[in-house]
């Protein structure tokens, strides 16, 4: 029986972590049947999906004055606030600098979250 992906992506993130093991890119997955290059690219995706919301939410309250964004932008802090441990990884790792083994283990057990709440986001923004 095959797991719902989403599911799938959760067991391997805590699997990942009772194991020692962090993002793929530091090591395996575990057994979740992800691969290294799955997981990889799930990230990449959360990262990319979850700026483009903040890009939308920042052209979106620039250009209207007239409307009430408050649930948008909590919306949209609480999704900064779940994704900061994978904007910081990927900031360091464009800066050149290494990450802990500490922030890695941070995105492992954030970036489902992250995608969770950037969703949140889209959804409110397509109101």
Do not use: W
């Not at 997981?39 to 250009?63: G, I, P």
């Not at 919306?75 to 360091?92: F, G, I, K, T």
Request: with cysteine; charged share 25%.
């Amino acid at each position: 029986m095959k797991l719902p992906y989403f599911l799938g992506l959760f067991i391997c993130m805590q699997a990942a972590l009772l194991q020692g093991c962090s993002l793929p890119f530091v090591g395996g997955v575990g057994d979740t049947g992800l691969s290294k290059e799955e997981f990889a690219h799930y990230v990449e995706e959360v990262f990319r999906f979850q700026n483009r919301m903040t890009s939308e939410v920042m052209m979106l309250t620039a250009s209207d004055d007239d409307s009430d964004f408050s649930a948008l932008l909590k919306s949209e802090q609480h999704m900064q606030q779940v994704c900061a441990p994978l904007n910081e990884y990927v900031s360091r790792d464009i800066d050149g600098l290494g990450t802990s083994l500490i922030l890695r283990r941070k995105v492992v057990k954030t970036t489902l979250d992250c995608d969770h709440a950037a969703h949140e986001v889209e959804v409110l923004l397509k109101r």
